[in-house]
Structures are given as C-alpha cells and as structure tokens.
C-alpha cells in the first residue's frame, strides 16, 4: 500500500514562456484532507490538472497512487474522483445518459448512495447538461465524484457558483467521505473558511511556489501576528528574519511573523517594547498576510 | 472499452445511418443490375459513390475529434476509469465498424451474386480481394485524415496540407488501381496518420 496517494516532485510547468508552477514538491499522506490554497493563477489548478494526466509537466513529476502521472492507468483513474472548476461535464448529454455513461466508466458505483444524493439535490435527470443552472452542474459533478467511492477525491473550486445551502450541504457530503477510512481528499477553494472546517493539512501557493505546506495546526501556531507598542517610535532597526508583513504608524507595530520562537522574542525584547500582545489569526487572515504582494519582501524567504 | 464504443456510436448515429444508407443502396443497385439488367453501375454513378465514401469517412474521423475538443468529452473520460489511449481506440474501432458496416454488405452481395450466376469465384478471388481491400483501405486513409483534420485548430496551412495529402491518396486508388502497391501504400500512410494523431491526443493537454 502507498502511504502517500499524491507526490509532487520538483514540479515545473511553463505556459508560453511564462513560468506557472516553480518546482513545487509536496506529499499528500492517506486519510489526509489537504486545503490547496492560492490567489486566482497561482497555479493550483494547473497543478491539479498535471496530477491528473491532463496537461503534461515542463519538467519534475507526479504520482497519484505511485503511478506517473503521464501515464495513469485505468484502474488508477476509477480510484479517484475528481470535481473540476466550472464542472467540466459533456455539456450536450441528457442528465441520465451521463450518468449511465460515468456508471459504465467507473470501477465501482456506490447505488445507494448515488439515489441518496439524487435525491437530496433533485436533479431533473432528462434535461441536458447545458440546461442546468451552476449550482445543478456543481451537484452533477459532486455527486457523480462521490459515487464512485473514491479513495482519492480531488475538488478544484468545487463549491464555485453553489448557494450557502447547496455549499453547507456540499461541505456535510465531503465530511461524510472524509469519515471512510482511508479517503484522501485534495481541496482547492477560495472560500478559506470552508477549507479550515475541513483540511488538516493545508499549502499555499504563490507565484509558482508552495510557500507553505504543514498541517493547520502547525500554520497557526508557527506565524504569529503581534501587536506591538514600543515607549517612542517604532525603531527602524528591527531586523528579524522571515518576516511577513510589518506595518509601522506611531509607536505601534503590527508584525507578522513566521516561526516565532524564543530567540526571536529575545531580539524584540531588546528594543524594550511597551507591550506586545499577539493577535489571533485565522486561516484567512494567514492566507492574506502569506499572500499580500509588494510589501513582503520577505516572503519568498519565510517559508514556513 | 465496451461503454466507450457504446459512447461513439450513440455520437454519430447520424453517420451511422448515412453509411447504413449508403450500403443499402450499393446492394440495391447490384441487385437492380444482376436481376433486372438495367445497367446502373456506370463511370459517373461510381465516381459519385467513390466521392461520398470519400466525404462520408473523412467528415466522420472530423466530427468525432472536433466535437471531442468542442465539449472537452475526453477531458471528463480522462479522469473516469479511461485512459487517453483506450478513449482514442475505442474511437478508431468505432470508425472501422463504420466502415467495416459500410462496405461489407456490398462485398457479400457481390459474392452471393457472382455465385448464384455460376462465376468462377476462384478464378475472382485475388481480384475481389484486392479491390475489396483497396476500397476499405482508401476509406480507412479518409477517415484517419478526417481525425487528424478534427484535432487540429483551424488554421489554413495544415487544414490544405492535409487536403492535399487526402487528394494524393485519391489520385494513388485512380493511377494505379486495385493492386497490391496501393494496398501497401495506404496501408503505411494510414499507420503514419494513425500513429500522428495517437502521439498528438496523448500528449496535448485535454
């Protein structure tokens, strides 16, 4: 048995030149809900798409199950389910013919729970693909990822275009997965609050590069954000290594920080700070310091 | 593969039935021609009948790739329990079927017909062979035009060079005829184009 269904290997993708993923390698263990995180073209779901045979690397590698990438078999594809960004189905099929066409595709179709989720998401099952409102294509393209019991799931965006229900309900099916023994689940969303609900471990991409990747826990524990208000004005030479974000007014700072530890704290105690109090974070709020451009030069250093 | 063949079938059912269509007319007019002795087979009625093969298999190889790139079909098979090279040789076996439905019953009514009226079938044998296997050849060559013109973009240059090589593969069956260097010849030009669009569809990104 593989423990790790996903590696990512020195990963290298150009687009006309242009360099979309920056030798990313990660590996996602079995039974792990992993939170692939990004700014809209950061590469996330183009690294998805090369995980999945879709598009050929520039260079480095994939596996999914130990098998290449480039050259997955069939039986590797029916152990994954897969929900695209904008739910790439045939647009010119019939509801039902997609199914029984995805039915007669797959290794294993899970009956029971494919009826259970029709029936929640009542998909009218004679009008065509294209008729379907976003949010009806999304529950298609969930449900017919679901049915296939898969060991891998791999959500790009999936809760794109749903309503808060639709989303909720999405989010308690996803649960429902992760509850199997076994399943991993690769998630890639916009919606961080979705992904801290349910990912235990999370990366975070930028401008090519996987700038973070431990488990949530680690993230939060591992950057802090701290208040910090000095007797007079904030001193210009704080220099501290793998610093995030810092923004100076006054007597105030408010600092960003990865791995804080105890000899970082003695060098901020040496400036003999009035007060310095730590500022909770949430995922989003450490995904925007992570990601917010220009004033960050040390980011690219900082990885966490 | 079965799902899939299934698939391409239910896609181009249309040319399904115009192949159907086709076939059920060459028996008719062997049958009006042997029985009746009204002469239909002629120059002009065989050069029309050579064209529509020619359109019929070309257009099917197109429609089946261009309608797969349209609706990104493979990029959702892709990621079913279906690998690139089996979506893609589903789709050639489907074409051959095609084909094979096309041009069979014509070639068994021929037999039956040579038979009924005591011809030496021995005597034809290489010959039905040759011309059996050249017209089945010629089409099979159409149609793997057909799916290298559907996967690729429109652009004018390749879209005439293929054309172009469609119209030599026309010209090789009219100059030399129903003989074994033809069979050879489009043989490996079909193997060329076969192994062309297999690299290219299991390459590109879906």
């Known amino acids: 048995m593989n423990d790790n269904p996903i590696v990512v290997d020195d990963l290298v993708k150009y687009y006309d030149g242009r360099c ?94 494919f009826g259970h989720l029709m029936e929640t998401f009542r998909l009218p099952m ?53 509850q199997r023994q076994g399943r991993t689940i690769l998630f890639s969303s916009h919606i961080l609050g979705d ?19 431990c488990t949530l ?35 105030e700072m408010v600092l960003t920080i990865a791995n804080w530890n105890p000899q970082k ?19 989003e709020d450490i995904f925007i310091e992570c990601t917010r451009p220009a004033s960050t030069p040390a980011l690219q250093e900082s990885e966490v | 593969m079965l799902t899939l063949i299934g698939r391409e079938l239910r896609d181009n059912l249309a040319h399904l039935i115009l192949a159907g269509s086709f076939s059920f007319c060459t028996v008719a007019i062997a049958i009006v021609t042997a029985y009746w002795g009204i002469s239909w087979i002629s120059l002009p009625i065989s050069g029309i009948m050579g064209i529509i093969l020619v359109v019929l298999y070309t257009s099917l190889g197109a429609v089946q790739m261009y309608t797969d790139r349209t609706n990104r079909v493979s990029s959702l098979l892709a990621t079913l329990a279906a690998t690139r090279s089996r979506i893609l040789a589903a789709r050639v076996l489907t074409g051959s079927l095609i084909i094979l439905a ?39 060559a159409c149609y793997c035009v057909g799916l290298l013109l559907g996967w690729t973009t429109i652009k004018a240059f390749p879209v005439f060079g293929l054309l172009f090589l469609m119209a030599l593969v026309v010209l090789l069956v009219v100059i030399k005829g129903f003989v074994l260097t033809a069979i050879v010849l489009l043989l490996l030009f ?17």
């Open chain 1, 195 to 213: 992904v801290e609900r349910i990912a235990d471990r999370v990366g975070i991409l930028l401008a090519g590069k996987i700038v973070v990747d």
């Open chain 1, 126 to 178: 004679d009008r065509r693909v294209r008729e379907l409102s976003a949010g009806m294509r999304a529950q298609l393209n969930l449900a017919l990822a679901m049915a296939i019991d898969p060991e891998l799931l791999i959500l790009d965006d999936p809760t794109l275009g749903l309503d808060t229900v639709a989303r909720r309900q999405f989010l308690e099916l996803a649960i429902d997965v992760i």
């Open chain 1, 265 to 283: 704290r003695a060098i901020l105690e040496t400036f003999k700070p009035a007060s310095c109090a730590e500022v909770p974070m949430s995922l």
């Open chain 1, 20 to 113: 979309v993923l920056d030798g990313i390698s990660l590996a996602v263990p079995r039974g792990c809900i992993y939170g692939l995180l990004g700014r809209n073209g950061s590469g996330k779901t183009t690294m998805i798409r090369i995980l999945l045979g879709l598009e050929p690397p520039t260079r480095g590698r994939t596996l999914v199950f130990g098998e290449d990438s480039t050259r997955l078999s069939a039986k590797a594809h029916g152990r994954v389910g897969y929900v695209a960004e904008g739910h790439n189905l045939i647009q010119s099929y019939r509801v039902s013919r997609l199914i029984s066409l995805c039915k007669g595709l797959s290794l294993h179709w899970n009956d029971e729970f």
């Open chain 2, 102 to 140: 096309t041009l069979v019953p014509p070639l068994i009514t021929a037999v039956a017909i040579m038979s009924l009226e005591e011809a030496p079938l021995v005597f034809y044998r290489a010959t039905i062979a040759e011309v059996f296997a050249t017209v089945v050849l010629t089409s099979f």
């Open chain 2, 190 to 206: 079909s193997v060329a184009c076969l192994a062309h669009v297999w690299c290219r569809f299991t390459s590109l990104p879906l």
């Open chain 1, 217 to 251: 826990e680690e993230l939060k524990d591992r950057v802090k954000k701290l208040r910090i208000i000095f007797p007079e004005r904030v001193p210009d030479d704080l220099f501290m290594t793998e610093i995030i974000n810092r923004q100076s007014q006054g007597r």
